[in-house]
């Protein structure tokens, strides 16, 4: 079925939504303000319909030409590249939409009130606006078609796009000519542009290497088949949110503090900054391979303790552990830097049992944050700082760093 839909708000998720005969309809690749010609894609659900853009009516005052041609509404769905679904929205504008987006989120989700988000926005980079938002990804993963041609699935599938350029990717990795390139027989071809040791190209499961990341004066040793911020710039940014985030008051070096959901130490390394001394740290970390590194970078300003395991599997067992003990935690200050599916009531629960004094989250996903703050919150924490930074140009996501806090009864 073809319809013309007024496109009336965002999602979070990247598709714009309009509204036919009542029901609401979810469609990528438009922007509020835009008048599209559209075909219903789905329409099993009786209240939530989603469609596929054909052509734009009347374009939003805010709609530009798409940064990447090969992701552009122009294309049939099934051949557009994925991973840039904002890239057709003037850059001030993605940061409107994700800034309205995170506090729908937090007021809907989460329970915050309007009054509490006044003055929250999701700030650009430094630099990013001189550029238009491109140039800023250190790692980029890309797959390969049957002739061995790279490029991204299209979105919400594994059909391979072929392109000709990456916008978003560094300028070292776009010289590198990786998409001139034909790599037959192979499956994933991830390049990474690191700091400290160049261009890498990962492909297929290749043996892990060593790799260097220079954050300002401080080296972070890990593999390159490791998770590292993809932004530039992210490093030293959330290392800095997150000493703003931490109250060095309730900060306290002996404390059981703990980094969960570790990666190789980044976060860990900014509290010890906060603390100006060895602080005691708790690194737990699933992926056995970056947990080996933590302690070697974490060397000169922690008494690091590695655990190998699931973070919502080790806080539960230590829950458990100290249960009956009033407030075990209380002077422990916890970084959570949680996956995009957040840390969930598990961890949370098992967080407020222990009573931890200080919670800093570091959130990629918005509606993860909310319902986490939510339970922190009816646990008794009060949310008392939040940060949000466009660390992702030309898509829907962001990131947010927020600090709760609890006073021993």
Same mark, same amino acid.
């Given at each position: 079925m073809i319809v013309e839909l007024e496109i009336t708000a965002m999602a979070h998720g990247g598709?714009?939504?309009?509204?036919?005969?009542? +029901?609401?309809? $979810?469609?990528?690749?438009?922007?509020?303000? %835009?008048?599209? +010609? =559209?075909?219903?894609t789905d329409d099993s659900k009786k209240s939530l319909w989603r469609a596929q853009a054909l052509s734009i009516i009347t374009p939003s005052p805010h709609r530009v030409?798409?940064?990447?041609?090969?992701? %552009?509404?122009? +294309?049939?769905?099934?051949e557009r590249a994925g991973g840039a679904d904002y890239g057709h929205i003037a850059l001030p504008h993605q940061r409107e939409l994700k800034t309205h987006i995170l506090k729908d989120s937090l007021m809907r989700f989460g329970g915050i009130s309007e009054d509490v988000l006044q003055g929250v926005t999701v700030q650009g980079v430094p /630099?990013? %606006?001189? +550029?238009?938002? &491109? /140039?800023?990804? *250190?790692?980029? *993963?890309?797959? =390969? %078609?049957?002739? /061995?041609? &790279?490029?991204?699935?299209?979105?919400?599938?594994? *059909?391979?796009?072929p392109v000709k350029d990456l916008p978003l990717a560094s300028d070292a990795i776009r010289s590198a000519g990786i998409v001139s390139t034909p790599f037959e027989g192979a499956h994933t071809v991830r390049a990474l542009d690191t700091t400290g040791s160049g261009v890498r190209l990962v492909i297929d499961e290749q043996a892990a290497g060593d790799i260097l990341e220079r954050v300002g004066e401080v080296e972070f040793h890990l593999s390159d088949q490791s998770f590292w911020q993809v932004h530039q710039s992210a490093p030293a940014l959330l290392s800095d949110a997150v000493t703003r985030a931490i109250d060095p008051a309730r900060l306290h070096a002996d404390a059981d503090n703990a980094d969960l959901y570790s990666g190789v130490g980044l976060l860990g390394h900014a509290m010890a900054q906060v603390a100006g001394q060895e602080i005691s740290l708790t690194a737990v970390e699933s992926d056995e391979r970056a947990l080996s590194y933590v302690s070697r970078n974490l060397a000169d300003v922690a008494e690091v303790d590695p655990i190998a395991a699931r973070v919502d599997r080790w806080i539960s067992g230590k829950a458990r552990d100290l249960a009956g003990k009033k407030a075990p935690w209380s002077r422990a200050t916890i970084i959570l830097d949680p996956p995009r599916s957040g840390a969930k009531a598990e961890v949370t629960t098992a967080l407020a049992s222990l009573g931890a004094g200080q919670i800093v989250y570091v959130a990629c996903d918005p509606v993860a944050l909310a319902r986490d703050a939510?339970? &922190?919150?009816?646990? /008794?924490?009060?949310?008392? $700082?939040?940060e949000s930074w466009d660390l992702f140009p030309h898509t829907h996501h962001m990131e947010t760093v927020a600090t709760f806090v609890k006073d021993p009864a």
């Open positions: 598709s714009g939504i309009g509204r036919l005969e009542g +029901r609401v309809i $979810f469609c990528p690749g438009v922007i509020p303000g %835009d008048i599209v +010609r =559209a075909e219903i030409p798409h940064i990447w041609p090969e992701a %552009d509404i122009s +294309r049939p769905a099934a /630099g990013d %606006d001189e +550029r238009n938002g &491109l /140039g800023w990804r *250190t790692r980029v *993963t890309l797959h =390969a %078609d049957e002739s /061995g041609r &790279l490029g991204p699935y299209a979105e919400k599938s594994h *059909t391979v796009i939510s339970a &922190l919150m009816k646990s /008794g924490y009060e949310m008392v $700082f939040l």
